[in-house]
Structures are given as C-alpha cells and as structure tokens.
C-alpha cells in the first residue's frame, strides 16, 4: 500500500514537471514565432485631407529595404484602413493588447497615447543610438513628436502652411505679388483694394482671402496661447488681442458677406493659406486642370503681424513604436528606417503629399528638380522658402486638453470677431473661462 | 464539543470569506473582460480610451491575472493556516507573499475592489502570538491600506478606474452596477467582522477553558496533599496502637508476672528459702523471654532497608531515593564507618539523618545537603550542613526533639546552629574505643 502510494505521487510530480516543460516550451516557440513578425499601423489615404495615390508606396519601400538589412523579419501592415477609421482601429487593438509594434499616429491621438504611456519612450533608444541625430531633422518636426520633454514618435513628412496668391488676380488689379517679408497691413491693404463689385450690380463679387483663421493671425503674431504644461492660458495677452482687431478688420473689408471656397475655385478671391500637401497636390497635373484651372497662382510664407514673424504652424505625420512590443530593436530600426533614411524619405516627394522631415533631403537638388518638374507655368517654388518656413515652423503646443480648449477658444473667438459679444473685455473672459477648464 | 463546533464555525466563516471574495474578484474581471470586448464590438474604443491615464490590459489578461493571483493567494493561505509552521521566516515570508499576490489581485482587476486586503488581515490577525509581533501586524495592515487607497495607486499603478468602464453602459445599468459593487464591498466587511467576532470569541474561550482546567488541576492537587497528610497520620496512629498493643501484651504481661513472682517470694522467703530461689529463676526466665519479646517487637521497628543492606549502603539507597524526590541534591562529603555497630545504633544513625534530610527540605528548603560521617574521639561525628532557609528561631519541633531522644538513648550528644544555612552535628559515643560504654549488650 505504502509502495503503491509513493509511486502514485511520483508520478503526480513528474506529471507536473513535463506539464511545466512543454507549456513552456510552447510559450517559447510562440514567443520565437512572434519575434520574426513586426506588425506595422498605417492607414489608407493622405493625411492631409487631399487625394492621394498610392498610400503605402513609401511604407513599402522601406520594408523592403528593411529586410533586405534583416532578412529573417517580416514585416506586416494590414491595409485598407481609412483615416477617419484609424483613430478607433488603433484604440480598439491597443484596447485587446494587439496593436502594431510600430504605428503611424494621427495628431489627435498622440498626446492621449504619449500620456497613457502606449508609446515606448524614445529619448533612450535616440541618445543610445549615435547614427540617429535630432539635428538631421527640422526641429518642428522633432518637436511635434515631443511629449513632456521626451521623444515619443518620430516624424514621417511634414506639411507646413503657405500663402496662396492668385498672380492673374493680382496683375489683372495690377498688384505686385508680395515678398516673404510681407506685413498684415500689407496684407489688409491688398484685400482693400481688391475687395470690390466688378460687374457692378450692388455685390461684392472679388475678394481678399478665404479661409484666413484667428489660429494662423496668432501664430504669425507671436501669441503663445498656452503655458508650456497646459494648465493656464494667456488669451487676454495684448498681442491677443491685435489679432483679434486684425480679423475684424479682415471681416470689416467684406462688408458682411461670407467667402466661399467656390469664390476661390472660380479665381475672385486673392489669397487663401494653403498646405504644403495642397500644393503638392493641386499644382501638378491633374487636378491643376480640374480645379484651378482658370488662374496662375503661387505660394508665398505667411503674413507677420506687428508683433510677430513671418510664421506658420506646420503639422507632422508621427510614427511611434508600441511600449508593449517584443521586439523593441528591430521596431526601433524600422523607426529609424522610415523616418531617417534619406532613400525612403526622398520618396515622399514623389509618392506622398508632404515633405521630408530631414533638412538635408529637402534641399538636396533632387527634391529642386522633383518640384520643378511638377510644378508648370511660372510657379516659383523656392526651396529655400519652403525649408525656411519649415525651420520656423511653431508647433502646437503639447498637452491632453489641447484639442477641447481649442474648440472652446474658437467658439469664444468667432463670437467676438463677428460681434455677437462686446469685445470690450471678451478676452479676458474667455482666458478665464478656459483656464477654468484646463485646471479642472 | 461545543468548541470544537465553535471551531469549525470559526474556519467555515474564513472559508466563506475566500469563498465570497474569489466568486467578487471573478465577477468584476469577468466584467471588466467582457465590457472591454463589448467597447471594442461596438467600435467605441477611441472614446473608451481618451480619458484614461493609461494603457488597459488586454481582456484576457485581466482575467487571467485575477484567477490566477487569487489561486495562488488561497494556496498560501491555505499553508498557512493548515501548514502549523512554527518557523519564524518561513512564516513571515508566507505573509509577505500573500501580501505580494494580494496586491497583483487587485491590480488585475484595476483596484476597483480592496476586499481581498481582509482576507490578509484575516489571515495576519489568526496567526499573530504576542507582542514582537504586533509591530509587524500594524505595519502590515498600514502597507496593504495605503496600497489599497485608490488615489495613491492610481497614481503609482497606472490603473483604469472601473468608473470608466462604468461609462461605456447606459446610466440606469451604472446605478445597477454601481450598487451591485457596493453590496459586494458591504457584503465583505459584514462577513469579515462577524469571522473576527467568532475568532476573537473563540480565543477568548480556549483561554477560559485553559483557566478552568488550571484551577481544577490546582484544587486536585491540594486535595492529594491533605490525603498525604491524613494516610500518614492514619499510619502513624496504627503504629502507636500496635505498640501499645505490644507492649501490652508482652512487656506488661512480662512485668506483671514478674511483680507477681516477686511479691510471692517475698512472702516465701523467710518460710522457704529453696522454693524462692526456684520461684526467682522462674521469674528471671519470665524477664529474659519479656526481653526477648522486647527485642522482637523492637526489631519490627527497624527499617526495612537495614535488614537487607549495610547501614552506609541503606543510607546512601535512602539518600538517592529522596534526592530523586525531591529533587535536592545531596553530597556525601566524608565517610568513615566504624568497623561494626549494633542494631540499635544503626537505627539511630539512619534515623538521625534520614531525619535531617527531612527537616532540610521542609524547613529549610535547601537545594543541596553536604553529609559527612567520621569516627573521632568522641565518637562516631554526623553533620549535616544544608543551604537553606536555616531557622532564626530554634526551637526544637518535633523532629529534632525525637533525635535528641534517641541520641540520649546512646548518651550520645546533638548540636545544632544556623551557620550558611542550618547545620546539625550529631556526636554518639559508638564505634571503636567507645564500644563498651553503652551499657547495653547483646
């Protein structure tokens, strides 16, 4: 009995035993068949709201590029993904712990996923890693990768904001077209002059600008809308309110009568900001033929305020490697592959709308002759301009609550600019009401 | 009985509390785990997502990790309550473990609910003993609460608070929930007080029941002790009577007989001087047989132990016998024997020191008594030195009183005297050159 005993109990723990090994066998085999896999986020269509062709030509190219470097990888997207989807496809793997190790992130949801810690850290991996250089790079576009002081997605393209000017209007009113350097009052003064009834029936029918917002006047004015954390916000700043009086203004010359982007199409409006991805897309054929096809136009940076520069915001397309991935190095490389090899980069010229985010791939004389060789007519895209006005770039400012205070200020800020409320203490009102928020 | 059923009550209720808190632990992540497969269902990850401060664990995982931390704290529990582990370290790092496993319970399910911090409580306060511990017990205890407020986890664990997945259902089904947890936290203090009510109860019994038995063991003891006492008294009355009897019957039939030979050869005498002569030889034949009868009676007084042994072998099976006990050690320090001595004198030594051991240990409470024997020219020298109490006011009871009579029995001499405890010398003339003086022969 005894004997019977102790052999059942050896048997009970080496059952146990093998049980423990094979399951951890398995795991690991699961875990080795896991670690030849990079699963990469990526979304169909142009980020910048403009017709695109072949979205993952570029994504493409630099996995195959990466595995030719790491030939026992492969490296997988799922495709077909819209944008507008993107956002809740992402949440909804990050959700059941199945994201990619590696994901484009729109602008809306990298401070949530920076914040929640979704994104691996990259400050350490960029300091230990001595062939990746933040200088190689225009520093908005490192920036806007940059959550609380640290690294947390690298940029892919950037789109930086330009005037549009419509040179047939302009030589028809005999204006010269503005230089860089150009001013709001110069800016005022030309929509002046141009906002008039040319066929003389009692209505307006030619016009200054379309779609000029407050955000653009502020950012060209200096105002720094935001302490750098996020918890107050300087709306009731002088400067603030110079922008305020500058969109009245802009408002005043029409007389009442709202701008169509019709207006525009037909050539009746002089300058509309314009992307750097709009432009991209609609000087070359065909849609130059469709859309614009009535006028020669042109862009030009921004117009400074008294207070301010020359500037606009620019916005970036991030990639971001996923804190939970297994396989940090390679998902790292792949990082550095499609955000840093200048081959691939040199492709978003011509695959994508936006623009490189290494300076030295912009203002190689490739990207001179790729834009050249679109751009018909006499546009006068100078790269120097376009790097400048990327180098200059001011990023939006980085915090969870950004995106609702914004909408919030827009909402105050219409308000008053179309005199529905006094504007006598508007602004401070408003700062209060939003600092309200922001520190609730 | 009754304890032993009040016992069981007491783990039935700790099983109970396990029981409850598994089957909670299980529903929670099992709520979490599906209302995290339903936002996802129903595409409503990105607003689930945006007010959280970090990144949820997968679904499974949740569930996972909670039956499994769960498992593994029962298991320990279990060991500890079942194991009887005596050993210190092993005992505490159980403690810590299941404090380790308790605080992964409750991350897996988010912290939303704090009751399994009982369950180690319960487990702390069952195997507590004595003071050194109770640091430990309050430190403890403090370390799980602060673990368990939620704000301060939140903020160091990164937790998704069960409100938020409260959120994703309509608000009625929120006010369910919302209460169905509060039940459950309810639920699990009410049976956890009640389990410490039972626990604490139940000591306090076995306390009452040792105290109950201490006095009862006391009592019985102090009842023996006067049966001792009556036996020996009992004893000591019976002896007297069959002296008496003896005496009686043998010494004063002797004596009677012998008055009454007497008397008539008085009145013989002078008539018949022969007859008287034959009459005393009767009467002399009448006292040697009452002295004979004497002797027998006197021999029956002699101590067992003397009839088999030799005088320093019977003392030193006496002295062995009452050092086992009484546990008072006792050294024989010198011994010189007289080459032979009568009888009656080795009763009276035996009794001299059987009696001084006696009076060592009730008296004085000696822990050690140092004996020496030796012939000197007085005679035979006993002392008797002991460590006790000694006795500031000698007054000679009962036992020193029969020593000196039997001592003056052999014109012999006692000396006694508080000297580092209390020392009794005993000088009798017997042994050697002293031999003939006792005028008392075979």
């Given at each position: 009995?005894?004997?019977?005993?102790?052999?059942?109990?050896q048997?009970?723990?080496?059952g146990?035993?093998?049980?423990?090994?094979?399951?951890?066998?398995?795991?690991?085999m699961?875990q080795?068949s896991?670690?030849?896999?990079?699963?990469?986020?990526?979304?169909?269509?142009?980020?910048?709201?403009?017709?695109?062709?072949?979205s993952?030509?570029v994504?493409?190219?630099?996995?195959?590029?990466?595995?030719?470097?790491?030939?026992?990888?492969?490296?997988?997207?799922?495709?077909?993904?819209k944008?507008?989807?993107y956002?809740?496809?992402?949440a909804?793997?990050?959700?059941?712990?199945?994201?990619?190790?590696?994901?484009?992130?729109?602008?809306?949801?990298?401070?949530?996923?920076?914040?929640?810690?979704?994104?691996?850290?990259?400050?350490?991996w960029?300091?230990?890693?001595?062939?990746?250089?933040?200088?190689?790079?225009?520093?908005?576009a490192?920036?806007?990768?940059?959550?609380?002081?640290?690294?947390?997605?690298?940029?892919?393209?950037?789109?930086?904001?330009l005037?549009?000017?419509?040179k047939?209007?302009?030589?028809?009113?005999?204006?010269p077209?503005?230089?860089?350097?150009?001013?709001?009052?110069?800016?005022?003064?030309?929509?002046?002059?141009?906002?008039?009834?040319?066929?003389e029936?009692?209505i307006?029918?030619?016009?200054?600008?379309?779609?000029?917002?407050?955000?653009?006047?502020?950012?060209?004015?200096?105002?720094?809308?935001?302490?750098?954390?996020?918890?107050?916000?300087?709306?009731?700043?002088?400067?603030?309110e110079?922008?305020?009086?500058?969109?009245?203004?802009?408002?005043?010359?029409?007389?009442?009568?709202?701008?169509?982007?019709?207006?525009?199409?037909?050539g009746?409006?002089a300058?509309?900001p314009?992307?750097?991805?709009?432009?991209?897309?609609?000087?070359?054929?065909?849609?130059?033929?469709?859309k614009?096809?009535?006028?020669?136009?042109?862009?030009?940076?921004?117009?400074a305020g008294?207070?301010?520069?020359?500037?606009?915001?620019?916005?970036?397309?991030?990639?971001?490697m996923?804190?939970r991935t297994?396989?940090k190095?390679l998902?790292?490389?792949l990082?550095?592959?499609?955000?840093?090899?200048p081959?691939?980069?040199?492709?978003?010229?011509?695959?994508s709308?936006g623009l490189?985010?290494?300076?030295?791939?912009?203002?190689s004389?490739?990207?001179?002759?790729?834009?050249?060789?679109d751009?018909?007519?006499?546009?006068?895209?100078?790269?120097?301009?376009?790097s400048?006005?990327?180098?200059?770039?001011v990023?939006?400012?980085?915090?969870?609550?950004y995106t609702?205070?914004m909408?919030?200020?827009d909402?105050?800020?219409?308000?008053?600019?179309?005199?529905?409320?006094?504007?006598?203490?508007a602004?401070?009102?408003l700062?209060?009401e939003?600092?309200?928020?922001?520190?609730y | 009985?009754?304890?032993l059923?009040?016992?069981?009550?007491?783990?039935?209720?700790h099983?109970?509390?396990?029981?409850?808190?598994?089957?909670?632990?299980?529903?929670?992540?099992?709520?979490?785990?599906?209302?995290?497969?339903?936002i996802?269902?129903?595409m409503?990850?990105?607003?689930f997502?945006?007010?959280?401060?970090?990144?949820?664990?997968?679904?499974?995982?949740?569930?996972?990790?909670?039956?499994?931390?769960f498992?593994?704290?029962?298991g320990?529990?279990?060991?500890?309550?079942?194991?009887?582990?005596?050993?210190?370290?092993?005992?505490?790092?159980?403690?810590?473990?299941?404090?380790?496993?308790c605080?992964?319970?409750m991350?897996?399910?988010?912290?939303?609910?704090?009751?399994?911090?009982?369950?180690?409580?319960a487990?702390?306060?069952?195997?507590?003993e004595?003071?050194?511990?109770?640091?430990?017990?309050?430190?403890?205890?403090?370390?799980?609460?602060?673990?368990?407020?939620?704000?301060?986890?939140?903020?160091?664990?990164?937790?998704?608070?069960?409100?938020?997945?409260?959120?994703?259902?309509t608000?009625?089904v929120?006010g369910?929930l919302?209460?169905?947890?509060n039940?459950?936290?309810?639920?699990?203090?009410?049976?956890?007080?009640?389990?410490?009510?039972?626990?604490?109860q139940?000591?306090q019994?076995?306390?009452?029941?040792?105290?109950?038995?201490?006095?009862?063991?006391?009592?019985?003891?102090?009842?023996?002790?006067?049966?001792?006492?009556?036996?020996?008294?009992m004893?000591?009355?019976?002896?007297?009577?069959?002296?008496a009897?003896?005496i009686?019957?043998?010494?004063?039939?002797?004596l009677?007989g012998?008055?009454?030979g007497?008397?008539?050869?008085i009145?013989t005498?002078?008539?018949?001087?022969?007859f008287?002569?034959?009459?005393?030889?009767?009467?002399?034949?009448?006292?040697?047989?009452?002295?004979?009868?004497?002797r027998?009676?006197?021999?029956?007084?002699?101590?067992?132990?003397?009839?088999?042994?030799?005088?320093?072998?019977?003392l030193?099976?006496m002295?062995?016998?009452?050092?086992?006990?009484?546990?008072?050690?006792?050294?024989w320090?010198?011994?010189?024997?007289?080459?032979?001595?009568r009888?009656?004198?080795?009763?009276?030594?035996?009794?001299?020191?059987?009696?001084?051991?006696?009076?060592?240990?009730?008296?004085?409470?000696?822990?050690?008594?140092?004996?020496?024997?030796?012939?000197q020219d007085?005679?035979?020298?006993?002392?008797?030195?002991?460590?006790?109490?000694?006795?500031?006011?000698?007054?000679?009871?009962?036992?020193?009183?029969?020593?000196?009579?039997?001592?003056?029995?052999?014109?012999?001499q006692?000396?006694?005297?508080?000297?580092?405890?209390?020392?009794?010398k005993?000088?009798?003339?017997?042994?050697?050159?002293?031999?003939?003086?006792?005028?008392?022969?075979?």
């Amino acid at each position: 009995m005894h004997w019977f005993q102790k052999r059942k109990y050896q048997f009970w723990v080496w059952g146990i035993i093998v049980l423990i090994f094979v399951g951890s066998v398995l795991f690991y085999m699961v875990q080795q068949s896991q670690k030849h896999i990079l699963r990469v986020g990526i979304f169909a269509g142009s980020n910048w709201n403009v017709p695109a062709g072949d979205s993952y030509a570029v994504l493409d190219a630099a996995i195959q590029s990466f595995q030719e470097e790491h030939p026992e990888m492969s490296v997988r997207y799922v495709s077909g993904i819209k944008k507008e989807d993107y956002a809740e496809w992402l949440a909804e793997q990050i959700l059941q712990g199945t994201e990619p190790d590696v994901f484009f992130v729109l602008s809306d949801d990298f401070n949530l996923y920076a914040s929640i810690g979704a994104l691996e850290d990259l400050s350490v991996w960029e300091t230990e890693d001595t062939s990746f250089q933040e200088k190689d790079y225009y520093a908005p576009a490192i920036a806007y990768g940059t959550y609380n002081g640290k690294l947390y997605a690298l940029p892919f393209e950037s789109v930086p904001t330009l005037m549009f000017v419509n040179k047939t209007l302009l030589h028809k009113e005999k204006i010269p077209v503005p230089d860089n350097n150009w001013t709001w009052q110069d800016f005022v003064d030309i929509c002046r002059k141009v906002t008039k009834d040319t066929q003389e029936n009692g209505i307006l029918d030619q016009f200054g600008c379309y779609d000029y917002t407050w955000q653009q006047a502020a950012v060209s004015n200096g105002v720094q809308l935001f302490r750098t954390d996020g918890n107050f916000s300087y709306f009731a700043d002088p400067k603030m309110e110079e922008v305020v009086h500058f969109m009245m203004d802009l408002r005043a010359i029409n007389h009442g009568y709202n701008v169509t982007s019709r207006d525009f199409d037909m050539g009746k409006v002089a300058f509309r900001p314009f992307t750097f991805a709009e432009y991209r897309t609609y000087n070359p054929y065909p849609w130059r033929i469709k859309k614009y096809a009535a006028f020669e136009w042109d862009c030009i940076k921004m117009p400074a305020g008294p207070s301010g520069k020359n500037l606009s915001q620019a916005d970036t397309l991030l990639v971001g490697m996923s804190s939970r991935t297994k396989n940090k190095a390679l998902a790292w490389a792949l990082l550095k592959k499609l955000c840093g090899d200048p081959e691939i980069q040199k492709l978003i010229l011509s695959e994508s709308q936006g623009l490189p985010v290494r300076k030295d791939v912009v203002e190689s004389k490739d990207t001179r002759q790729i834009l050249l060789k679109d751009a018909p007519g006499d546009a006068r895209m100078d790269i120097s301009v376009l790097s400048e006005a990327m180098e200059d770039a001011v990023v939006m400012p980085k915090f969870r609550k950004y995106t609702a205070a914004m909408l919030m200020a827009d909402n105050g800020l219409r308000k008053i600019i179309e005199g529905e409320v006094p504007f006598n203490n508007a602004l401070n009102k408003l700062q209060k009401e939003i600092n309200a928020y922001l520190q609730y | 009985m009754k304890d032993l059923h009040r016992r069981q009550t007491v783990s039935g209720l700790h099983h109970f509390l396990y029981g409850f808190n598994g089957v909670v632990i299980f529903l929670i992540a099992g709520f979490m785990d599906i209302t995290q497969k339903k936002i996802v269902q129903s595409m409503a990850a990105r607003s689930f997502v945006e007010p959280l401060s970090s990144v949820p664990w997968p679904s499974q995982q949740i569930l996972l990790g909670a039956v499994c931390a769960f498992g593994c704290l029962f298991g320990l529990s279990y060991v500890y309550r079942e194991g009887k582990i005596r050993n210190f370290t092993v005992k505490y790092s159980l403690i810590v473990f299941e404090i380790i496993f308790c605080v992964l319970v409750m991350r897996s399910i988010n912290m939303a609910y704090d009751g399994v911090v009982l369950l180690v409580v319960a487990d702390l306060v069952q195997g507590y003993e004595g003071k050194n511990q109770k640091i430990l017990l309050v430190m403890a205890m403090l370390a799980l609460y602060i673990i368990a407020n939620y704000n301060l986890a939140a903020l160091q664990m990164k937790i998704v608070p069960i409100e938020a997945y409260f959120s994703y259902y309509t608000p009625m089904v929120q006010g369910v929930l919302k209460a169905v947890c509060n039940i459950f936290t309810s639920l699990n203090l009410v049976i956890f007080v009640l389990y410490m009510t039972m626990l604490v109860q139940s000591q306090q019994r076995e306390k009452e029941r040792i105290k109950s038995l201490n006095a009862q063991l006391n009592a019985a003891n102090a009842q023996l002790r006067t049966y001792a006492f009556e036996v020996e008294r009992m004893a000591e009355t019976r002896e007297r009577n069959r002296l008496a009897r003896e005496i009686h019957d043998t010494l004063g039939h002797a004596l009677t007989g012998i008055a009454a030979g007497i008397d008539a050869c008085i009145a013989t005498l002078d008539a018949a001087p022969d007859f008287t002569r034959e009459q005393l030889k009767k009467i002399r034949e009448t006292a040697k047989n009452g002295i004979t009868d004497v002797r027998r009676s006197v021999k029956k007084l002699r101590p067992d132990v003397l009839e088999k042994l030799s005088l320093p072998d019977a003392l030193h099976q006496m002295s062995r016998e009452f050092d086992a006990s009484t546990g008072m050690r006792i050294v024989w320090i010198k011994e010189i024997w007289p080459p032979s001595l009568r009888e009656d004198e080795e009763v009276v030594v035996y009794r001299i020191i059987q009696e001084g051991l006696t009076n060592a240990n009730r008296h004085g409470h000696a822990a050690k008594v140092e004996i020496s024997v030796s012939l000197q020219d007085e005679g035979l020298e006993i002392i008797l030195q002991d460590n006790g109490i000694g006795c500031t006011d000698i007054s000679p009871g009962f036992g020193l009183r029969h020593m000196q009579e039997r001592i003056a029995l052999l014109k012999g001499q006692l000396f006694y005297a508080n000297q580092e405890g209390f020392q009794i010398k005993a000088v009798i003339p017997i042994g050697g050159q002293h031999y003939d003086k006792s005028g008392y022969r075979r």
